[in-house]
Structure formats: structure tokens, C-alpha cells
């Protein structure tokens, strides 16, 4: 196994990365596609942070001590990059496009999906945490983190209900997953069901 320290060195450099590649780059890549006014990168966009919630959710979870996190974490490293390379038409016009915003969202999202790719194996490795009835140190070293931005951000909120938060925050992130699936259904499935 990976020594104690180096392993929270590794794991507080992918939550440095997390977010300055999930949150800061495509906030500013969405102010950029507003100011230029370029429709499919706002839509590729907006998609991105839909899916993307999942690590907010994960976040909380992790804060609440929940090994579901584990699960819904690389469930996320997953479904990113899913969601920025699903879209082909949105793709095709921006890899067309001759903006600048067009061409920094294509690299990013190539960087994007390297670490996320990185990431899942790195943090799969530790899959059996979910399944853990007592955690071992190096599970409950991904914590750390989660609970550092919850000193900053609710430090006089119990981490029992921001776990709880983060698991509601599942249930719906599941729910609307699930609908939006049913809305992807072929239009003559739709039909079928219809008539």
C-alpha cells in the first residue's frame, strides 16, 4: 500500500486539480461562450454542470463520512466526460467553430477527460472503501479534504447534516438521471408507449 503521507499528498494534489479542471475552467469557459455569444459551447456547457453536480454531491458525502462517496465519486469521473463527448452535433459545430472560446473548450476538454480517466483509476483503487463497515485510515484519508472546505465554507454546520444534505442531493441527482435517460428514448419508442 501507498505510505500514509504520500497518499494524502496525492490526494489533496487531485482535489486541487478537481477544482481548479471542474470548477474554475469551464465557469470561466461559460462566461466566455456568453460574451461571445456561442450557442453550442453555452449547451455543452450547461449539460457539463448538470452532470457534473455529482461531485458537489460527493463532496458532502465524503464531509458526512458516507462510503456511498466512493461510489458516486467515480461514478462522476465516469459520467463527465461522458457528457462532453455524447453531444456530436454540439461537438461538430464547435470543432468547426473558428472562436477562440470553441477551440480552449476542445483542449480543455481533452485535458478534462486525461484526468478524469487518471483519477478514476487512482480513486478506484480504493472502490472497497464503499463496502467497508469501519473505514480504514486510507479511506478515511479522501476525507480530509471535504472537510477542509467544510471549514471554510459551514464551519458551524455538523457534518451529520451536510452528509445528509449530500445524500438527498443523490436521491435527486438519481431521480433526475433516471428522467433524463427516459426523455433520451428513441421517438418511436415514445410513440409505441403513447398509443
Excluded at 477544482?19 to 453555452?42: C, D, H, M, Q, S
Excluded at 450547461?46 to 456511498?68: D, E, H
Excluded at 469501519?134 to 447534516?161: M, T, Y
Aim: aromatic share 16%.
Amino acid at each position: 500500500m501507498i505510505p500514509q503521507e504520500w497518499l494524502l499528498k496525492a490526494i489533496w494534489a487531485d482535489y486541487s486539480l478537481a477544482v481548479a479542471l471542474t470548477v474554475v475552467v469551464p465557469l470561466a469557459l461559460l462566461v466566455w461562450a456568453f460574451a461571445v455569444g456561442l450557442g453550442p459551447l453555452i449547451q455543452l456547457l450547461i449539460v457539463y454542470w448538470r452532470v457534473s453536480s455529482l461531485l458537489a454531491v460527493t463532496v458532502y458525502l465524503m464531509i458526512g463520512g458516507l462510503p456511498i462517496s466512493f461510489l458516486s465519486g467515480a461514478m462522476a469521473r465516469l459520467l463527465i466526460p461522458l457528457s462532453l463527448w455524447f453531444w456530436r452535433d454540439w461537438s461538430t459545430a464547435l470543432e468547426q467553430s473558428r472562436s477562440w472560446a470553441a477551440r480552449a473548450f476542445l483542449l480543455w476538454r481533452w485535458i478534462l477527460t486525461g484526468y478524469m480517466g487518471v483519477g478514476f483509476f487512482f480513486s478506484g483503487a480504493f472502490m472497497p472503501c464503499a463496502f467497508q463497515a469501519s473505514l480504514s485510515l486510507q479511506c478515511r484519508a479522501w476525507f480530509e479534504p471535504p472537510l477542509g472546505f467544510r471549514e471554510i465554507f459551514h464551519p458551524n454546520v455538523p457534518p451529520e447534516l451536510l452528509g445528509s444534505l449530500g445524500a438527498w442531493g443523490l436521491v435527486v441527482y438519481l431521480l433526475y438521471g433516471v428522467y433524463f435517460v427516459w426523455r433520451l428514448r428513441p421517438p418511436t419508442e415514445k410513440r409505441e408507449l403513447a398509443a
